[in-house]
């Protein structure tokens, strides 16, 4: 049924509720996970040419949080015993909402998994959270997993 799952996170300890059940999904169904982190606080070149900031040195340091997100996921999918699952790792730059669309469209993607904290469930909403935003604009099923805050 789901060929390929997108795993959007944002690698903070809450989020690995999402990761573990991008997995048990995988499991049932024998799935591949796309495990998908995105980074905002990149500057574009525009915006690195104006405040006159390196852009050799930003592309540095961009490859070294790539490297460092990368190992973080295959640490949590480690912890979670996913070894026999085919995963795919992607790190992009830009607006998570819709990095997380255009990637689930580029890759085919059967069902994004992405998880909400709970304790702010509502304001998200009320805001346009990443996740609702998701969920309006793909034609594919999307399983928003609360996170508890506790």
Known sequence: MFLKILCATDLNLASN??????????????SKIIMLNV???FMTKEEMGMLRVST?????????????????MIESLKILHAEDIHVKYLIKEGRSNEVIC???EREKA??????VSE?????NFIFRSTA?????????????????NK
């Open 17 to 30: 509720e999402a990761i573990k059940k991008a997995v048990q999904i995988a499991h049932q169904y024998n």
């Open 39 to 41: 980074h905002e606080e």
């Open 56 to 72: 050799d040195a930003m592309k540095s340091e961009f490859e070294k949080t790539s490297l460092n997100a990368k190992n973080e």
């Open 102 to 104: 255009k990637e689930a």
């Open 110 to 115: 059967d069902l994004i998994i992405m998880g």
């Open 119 to 123: 304790k702010n469930i509502i304001s």
């Open 132 to 148: 609702s935003y998701v969920i309006e604009h793909v034609d594919i099923p999307v399983l928003v997993v609360p996170i508890n």
